[in-house]
């Protein structure tokens, strides 16, 4: 999952919504000196990718993309969920959109200075880019994953990944519409996921 679903699914405490979105950013073992929210947040986003990779609606959708994208399927996926989720917001959370990616940005900019350099970038990007409201946004979607794209080290399709997603499109929002619930189930049990 991308940074809306991770925020979401973090919940109301704001510490542990700083963890989910620290997610991306740090690596190996959580530092045991951060605050217990953060590091529950952390914990949260790794256990929510695992669960992810694994669920058999995903699994099935990355097997819907064709060569070359295959091998990037996951991070299409991501983001066009990410995209889904912003589309029917409103399904999945009381607090309108924009008032949540407000809140987003927000939090991002008053923990500034705390945040590593990479999840300080990407706050700056939220910003200049109104995200994650703009997500909802299919040419959002298309400029995020060209951005992604062009972050990587090797040469990929993912500037064309709307093109990738058009064929198959409805089995991917199936797909979603099955998998999003168990995943919001997950996420609220956190005897599956704490620290």
């Not at 994953?145 to 929002?173: F, H, K, T, W, Y």
Request: proline residues 7%; without cysteine.
């Amino acid at each position: 999952m991308n940074h809306l679903a991770h925020a979401l699914l973090a919940g109301d405490e704001p510490e542990r919504m700083l963890g989910s979105l620290l997610g991306d950013f740090v690596r190996g073992a959580i530092d045991p000196a951060l605050p217990a929210l953060r590091r529950e947040g952390i914990a949260q986003h790794r256990a929510i990718d695992r669960y992810t990779d694994a669920h058999p609606q995903v699994v099935a959708a990355r097997g819907l993309f064709a060569p070359p994208f295959r091998r990037y399927a996951g991070i299409v996926l991501d983001v066009w969920f990410d995209h889904l989720l912003a589309r029917d917001f409103a399904q999945w959370s009381d607090e309108p959109l924009s008032d949540f990616s407000g809140r987003v940005q927000g939090l991002l900019h008053a923990r500034e200075a705390i945040l590593p350099d990479g999840l300080r970038r990407f706050s700056r990007y939220l910003h200049a880019h109104d995200l994650p409201l703009r997500y909802r946004e299919r040419a959002m979607i298309g400029q995020v994953l060209a951005g992604v794209g062009s972050r990587l080290s090797r040469a990929n399709p993912l500037a064309a990944g709307l093109e990738a997603i058009a064929p198959i499109e409805p089995q991917l929002d199936a797909a979603f519409a099955a998998f999003f619930p168990d995943l919001v189930e997950f996420a609220r049990r956190p005897e599956r996921w704490r620290a």
